[in-house]
């Protein structure tokens, strides 16, 4: 029979046991394996030629991650939104045949409180795109400061003739804008796009399409249904840990 005596010193050896094994499994932390900046994004529709030029544009260190494809979460806005979600630093990469082109803006898309209203405001850091079809090069055109801004529908809203519009140039859900004044809606395929930069603002070198006015339709037309379009997360600084007690995430300034 075991005596008390027994008991107690099996119960006081227990404790040391755990006593002493405890700061070793729970404080020795485990860094979360963050993919390479050098690398393309899982999930993303670009090749590495394409990813290492959009990273030259983005010029600083950074890590971007492939949110949202219309191929694959689908082509309504509700899809793109529910990916996006409240991230910021977003690339609009569009794919229509072999053009390939888009454009960043330093803010996210901040829906207006009234489903049935839009939203514009300033888009900070704002410029359009080309990676292939268009220059010799992947090309950066500067958004002129007077059109740094970005709008953003309501997800009923009509009046507006596109889910999206960056800088005034590049319009995401184009729905047209010939019909009776406030009943431009956006079209139900975010795909459907309008997109052009005006004579002036196109660099030189570019082989691309001009429309009627000069202005270069990097679409191969003014107005065009995308095969693709992505959009893609710029994470500037962001350090990620892991521990055994749960996740910890530390952003950089």
């Not at 394409?50 to 949110?67: A, H, I, K, Q």
């Not at 219309?70 to 229509?96: A, C, E």
């Not at 045949?97 to 330093?106: E, I, L, N, S």
Request: net charge neutral; proline share 4%.
């Amino acid at each position: 029979m075991v005596t008390v005596r027994e008991i107690t010193m099996l119960l006081a050896f227990s404790l040391t046991l755990v006593l002493t094994l405890t700061p070793f499994v729970a404080c020795r932390p485990q860094v979360r394996r963050v993919q390479a900046v050098d690398r393309v994004p899982v999930g993303s529709s670009l090749s590495q030629s394409e990813y290492d030029d959009l990273r030259r544009l983005l010029v600083n260190e950074t890590r971007v991650e492939s949110v949202y494809r219309s191929s694959v979460h689908g082509s309504s806005y509700s899809n793109m939104l529910r990916r996006v979600n409240t991230k910021d630093g977003l690339v609009f990469l569009i794919r229509k045949d072999d053009y390939v082109f888009g454009a960043f803006v330093g803010t996210g898309l901040y829906l207006p409180a009234v489903p049935e209203d839009y939203r514009v405001y300033w888009s900070g850091e704002t410029w359009h795109f080309s990676l292939a079809g268009h220059f010799s090069n992947a090309t950066k055109i500067p958004v002129d400061e007077r059109r740094r801004y970005i709008e953003v529908a309501g997800r009923k809203a009509s009046g507006v003739g596109a889910n999206v519009v960056v800088g005034g140039r590049l319009w995401l859900g184009y729905g047209g804008l010939d019909r009776p004044s406030g009943q431009d809606r956006p079209a139900a395929d975010i795909r459907r796009c309008l997109q052009y930069i005006t004579k002036d603002r196109v660099p030189a070198g570019y082989v691309g399409v001009r429309d009627a006015y000069g202005d270069g339709v990097f679409g191969g037309n003014g107005t065009f249904v995308a095969d693709e379009l992505e959009v893609l997360h710029v994470v500037r600084y962001e350090i990620e840990l892991m521990s055994v007690a749960g996740v910890e995430q530390v952003n950089m300034p």
